[in-house]
């Protein structure tokens, strides 16, 4: 049973750093792709950030390449993502996913955890 659990977050001021971090467990964690998707009150949610398997090429959204870096342990079966310099509209609901190997196939993802609040304050 693929189990997909976040923690980190919380609130930050604008310009600060935060880490959220996925823990996986119940699948073949160094295979897979893991992504980090937010969802904005009143938006729909977008994806992030994604980390793929065996050699991890890394995916950024445009609005946050230089700002976050996604990073994974395959021994720990973790996934963090590092964010910097957060802006306002950083703020909503981050949750991890996984379910592809590959981050180009990474709307295909349908395992989720249940998302944990980041909220950047000005």
């Known amino acids: 049973q693929v189990q997909l659990v976040e923690s980190g977050g919380g609130r930050v001021q604008s310009g600060g750093s935060l880490k959220v971090s996925c823990a996986a467990s119940g699948f073949d964690f160094e295979r897979y792709a893991i992504g980090w998707f937010r969802q904005a009150p009143g938006k729909e949610r977008e994806a992030v950030a994604c980390i793929g398997g065996g050699e991890s090429p890394r995916w950024y959204q445009d609005s946050v390449k230089g700002r976050f870096n996604i990073s994974r342990d395959n021994a720990k079966k973790t996934v963090d993502l590092q964010m910097s310099s957060l802006e306002s509209e950083d703020t909503g609901v981050y949750y991890c996913?996984?379910?592809?190997?590959?981050?180009?196939?990474?709307?295909?993802?349908?395992?989720w955890g249940k998302g944990i609040p980041v909220t950047v304050s000005p």
């Open positions: 996913a996984t379910g592809v190997r590959l981050c180009r196939y990474y709307l295909g993802m349908d395992s």
